[in-house]
């Protein structure tokens, strides 16, 4: 679902506000106000923050609110630079089979890596991370023997795309700073001590403790 069929929802919160405000109408005026705001606190209820946010702040790049358009991303010129390519592999192994967002959060994780001191600086630092140790990795797909080829022409088109959107310095709002993710098919050790922050699809997103050091 793209982010403008997303907004629909903030569209009937505002259209449930002024049929409460002109049934008010012929109230006096202190009722109708109590009635109006009673009724926008209600429908903004099922409306989240983030989504408010995007739909009230002025974009740079008018591109952005499409971000999520599957359809809009399909069209986008394809990069063969070296760190679009490394996340793109990632995004395409890793979360195919899930929807633009769960794509995008996963993309994020890796972004947060980088920007972390304990992990590589790099894009393909990253997602190669002890990719010559076998089954041993970051990314499972790195080392488990298989060929790292992104055969499916539709999926790679849309993984290029959301890496160029995230590497071109695109907000990291769906995952909360995770770092880590699995999916619902397993249970890693670490998980139990991670904070879990967001979940899409069948990918499940942590945010790993912070480390105190003491000098």
């Not at 986008?76 to 395409?92: G, H, K, R």
């Amino acid at each position: 679902m793209g982010i403008v069929n997303r907004l629909a929802a903030f569209g009937t919160a505002l259209a449930l506000t002024l049929a409460a405000q002109s049934a008010a109408a012929d109230l006096p005026l202190e009722q109708s106000l109590a009635l109006a705001f009673s009724a926008e606190r209600e429908a903004m209820r099922g409306v989240s923050s983030s989504l408010v946010s995007r739909a009230t702040t002025p974009f740079d790049n008018p591109a952005d609110i499409l971000r999520y358009d599957a359809s809009y991303l399909m069209e986008m010129p394809q990069s063969n630079d070296t760190p679009v390519q490394c996340l793109a592999e990632a995004i395409y192994h890793e979360a195919r089979g899930e929807d633009v967002y769960g794509q995008f959060a996963v993309a994020e994780v890796i972004l947060n890596r980088v920007d972390l001191p304990n992990y590589p600086d790099s894009v393909c630092g990253v997602v190669h991370q002890n990719a010559e140790h076998l089954n041993a990795c970051q990314f499972s797909y790195a080392c488990n023997g298989r060929s790292r080829e992104m055969v499916e022409p539709s999926a790679r088109r849309l993984a290029n795309a959301i890496a160029q959107i995230m590497l071109s310095g695109a907000p990291r709002e769906l995952t909360d700073g995770a770092t880590h993710f699995h999916t619902t098919g397993v249970r890693p050790r670490w998980a139990q001590s991670f904070h879990r922050t967001a979940q899409f699809g069948s990918h499940l997103f942590y945010r790993e403790p912070v480390r105190l050091t003491l000098n």
